[in-house]
């Protein structure tokens, strides 16, 4: 009589008990698997600080040029979602935004690809060369 009066007290105390010291150890809470190291922003030998300043240089240049581009784009896609939602949508104007949004799209990785070879034979020039 007297077990079964302390029985489940004393069995509630053991399991808080070994509950607490459970999660004091770090088994309950969920394992994440830890994340990479970060990747080094450059690869490669040191670039100097002129190559440097070239390459922000350039850079700050395409972002000037495609400022405009990126307006009209916007400006394209906004008009695009207007005739597609008209009650009545037209096929033909519908088709010229969409060639209008290939066009401005097409400026715009022209102009970022122009970018990056200019970049490359910044780089390229630096290199020291192999014997």
């Known amino acids: 009589m007297i077990i079964k ?5 004393l069995a509630i105390v053991l399991l808080l008990g ?4 459970f999660a004091q150890c770090g088994a ?3 394992r994440m698997p830890q994340p990479p190291p970060p ?6 030998p040191p670039v100097p600080p002129e190559i440097r300043a070239q390459i ?15 307006q009209k784009l916007q ?9 597609i939602d ?10 010229a935004r969409a060639h209008e949004q290939a066009q401005l799209q097409a400026e715009l990785l022209v102009l970022h690809l122009r ?5 490359r034979a910044l780089l390229d020039a630096h290199k020291p060369s192999k014997k």
């Open 5 to 9: 009066r302390y029985a489940a007290p």
């Open 18 to 21: 070994s509950t607490q010291s």
């Open 28 to 30: 309950l809470e969920p």
């Open 39 to 44: 990747m080094p922003r450059e690869c490669g």
């Open 56 to 70: 922000d240089q350039l850079r700050d240049q395409e972002c000037d040029q495609a400022l405009p581009i990126q």
């Open 75 to 83: 400006v394209s896609r906004h008009a695009l979602r207007k005739l």
């Open 86 to 95: 008209a009650a009545q949508p037209d096929d033909a104007a519908i088709v």
């Open 115 to 119: 970018t990056e070879s200019r970049i």
